[in-house]
């Protein structure tokens, strides 16, 4: 147990041989859920597979940092600037069927950082990306703060935190995968890894397998960090995103570079989380690797930043 610095705070489709969704037939159309991603200045768009229709989901907001959908889809979280107060993050929960206000509060992050968070998996509670002067923070949604986790070790924790299935965060430290218990004041090592050539952990829905980054490709393990293999290769290089909500699909970014100081951007493909490798480069991929295209559109769908499943 490492010592942590803790200051209060379908429609049905036919499939190929293979048991993929057969492209043939529109595979999106035979994926669950709901992808929302954003791109350039066009704000965040929604695409629901089953209806097969996109839409712009938030219009661009220059004010706005980050944004999180729940799991239920039921909930926005906005994390903005606050008008006329330097110092604070505006944080802003609202209902996605009416855009009614939920609920709003001011975070101050020590030192005036920009302050950004992510919803847990039972959307109660939100966790903030550690910043300059902060590590991880979690609130509850009125922005009380539940637990600071500072450092481990004594030095201080710089990667963003995932929540897991049962409301736990795991994150990076140097060359372990750490996990948190349920109340935020212990942490594990999940597994620990030969070197620091990896990054952007991202645990399944299901609580059963976790995707990660290793030497720019994707690589998928088990939860509890065994039978780490990797999944994804082409001549760039890939990110994982987010699993589908039936834990079985992986949504991906492919050709994934910086464009500028803060921006990143990739372009959004799918491939079965089955712990196959799977070739993703444009025009060579693998069968089972589902490119993600627009209605009546031949281009692959790009998005910058951010992007879930739910």
């Known amino acids: 147990m490492l010592a942590a610095c803790i200051l209060y705070s379908l429609l049905a489709c036919s499939k190929t041989s293979s048991g993929h969704p057969d492209s043939t037939n529109n595979p999106l159309a035979a994926l669950p859920g709901t992808i929302y991603y954003s791109w350039s200045d066009e704000g965040v768009y929604k695409y629901p597979f089953k209806s097969q229709k996109r839409s712009t989901f938030l219009a661009e907001d220059l004010n706005r940092n980050s944004w999180d959908i729940s799991r239920d889809q039921n909930y926005v979280l906005e994390c903005s600037g606050a008008d006329g107060d330097y110092d604070a993050s505006l944080f802003t929960l609202s209902t996605i069927s009416d855009g009614q206000l939920y609920k709003q509060f001011r975070y101050y992050a020590t030192g005036g950082d920009i302050a950004v968070g992510s919803l847990s998996a039972d959307g109660s509670k939100i966790v903030m990306q550690p910043t300059f002067n902060d590590g991880i923070v979690v609130t509850d949604l009125t922005g009380k703060v539940i637990q600071k986790i500072q450092t481990v070790n004594s030095e201080k924790i710089t990667e963003n935190p995932a929540w897991t299935k049962d409301n736990r965060l795991i994150f990076q430290f140097k060359q372990l995968l750490l996990q948190t218990n349920q109340q935020f004041?212990?942490?594990?090592?999940?597994?620990?890894?030969?070197?620091?050539?990896?990054?952007?952990?991202?645990?399944?829905?299901?609580?059963?397998?976790?995707?990660?980054?290793?030497?720019?490709?994707?690589?998928?393990?088990?939860?509890?960090?065994?039978?780490?293999?990797?999944?994804?290769?082409?001549?760039?290089?890939?990110?994982?995103?987010?699993?589908?909500?039936?834990?079985?699909?992986?949504?991906?970014?492919?050709?994934?570079?910086?464009?500028?100081?803060?921006?990143?951007?990739?372009?959004?493909?799918i491939i079965p989380a089955d712990g196959r490798l799977y070739q993703v480069a444009d025009n060579k991929e693998s069968e089972g690797v589902i490119p993600v295209k627009a209605p009546g559109s031949s281009k692959i769908e790009p998005a910058n930043n951010k992007a879930v499943w739910r």
């Open 185 to 269: 004041d212990q942490v594990s090592t999940v597994k620990t890894f030969d070197n620091t050539n990896w990054n952007t952990p991202v645990p399944s829905k299901d609580g059963g397998k976790i995707a990660l980054v290793k030497e720019g490709h994707i690589w998928l393990m088990e939860a509890d960090g065994s039978s780490l293999q990797q999944i994804t290769n082409s001549p760039a290089e890939e990110l994982p995103l987010d699993f589908s909500p039936d834990g079985k699909y992986l949504l991906i970014g492919t050709d994934y570079h910086t464009t500028g100081p803060f921006g990143k951007m990739f372009y959004l493909k």
